[in-house]
């Protein structure tokens, strides 16, 4: 009986103060960007880095997407990962020519400059 209502409290415990530690994801700086460049986002979850704002979610044309945002809303970077079916014919052909990547079905857009 004890160790039952010590069970209990302990879990009580536990339950309190993780859902009293329940922090936005993101403040109204990023939010607001966020929603201005990304209006047709669905399933955003955020990742809080310390010092930015990470977005995970699907963005046009069904791609999946990840932004990186500083604390005063400024868009840092975004990564979007392609299908390879849903590249460009000429974007396709430079990265088979110029990279040796192995079928993983994904490729992520990059912005550099191939030579």
Known sequence: MKNLILSTAFMLAVIGSASASTVEPANEYVLKTFGQIFKEAINVSWTNTGDHFEA???????VKTRALLDAK?????????????DLPSNVLYA????????????????????V
Not at 56 to 62: I, P, R, S
Not at 103 to 112: A, D, E, F, N, Y
């Open 73 to 85: 809303g400024n868009l840092v970077q975004t990564i979007r990962y392609y299908k390879e079916e």
């Open 56 to 62: 995970y979610f699907v963005g046009d044309n069904n």
């Open 95 to 114: 990265v088979k020519k110029n990279l040796r990547i192995e079928r993983s079905g994904v490729l992520p857009k990059c912005r550099t400059k191939m």
